[in-house]
């Protein structure tokens, strides 16, 4: 049987191992769908002047305002 310290301490630990357990897997999902978020392609319409993004990789896409196809931009 445990003494009164023991079960304290084992029990703080056990605690403190399912917070950081949490954290760590709550802050790795928030990465992923912040760094999908963030990778984006600019891109700017030469006939509305409108500037929007699509999805990375994207090499051209249509205006969602005019409708016209656009290369991205190239900083």
């Given at each position: 049987?445990?003494?009164?310290?023991?079960?304290?301490?084992?029990?703080?630990?056990l605690?403190?191992?399912?917070?950081?357990?949490?954290?760590?897997?709550?802050?790795?999902?928030?990465?992923?769908?912040?760094?999908?978020e963030?990778?984006?392609?600019?891109?700017?319409?030469?006939?509305?002047?409108?500037?929007?993004?699509?999805?990375?990789?994207?090499?051209?896409?249509?205006?969602?305002?005019?409708?016209?196809?656009n290369?991205?931009?190239?900083?």
């Amino acid at each position: 049987m445990l003494d009164l310290t023991a079960a304290v301490v084992l029990y703080c630990v056990l605690v403190g191992a399912v917070v950081v357990g949490l954290w760590l897997w709550y802050d790795r999902r928030d990465h992923r769908s912040f760094e999908a978020e963030r990778r984006k392609t600019t891109f700017h319409c030469i006939r509305c002047d409108a500037l929007y993004s699509a999805p990375a990789g994207t090499e051209l896409c249509r205006c969602p305002k005019c409708g016209h196809e656009n290369v991205r931009l190239k900083f």
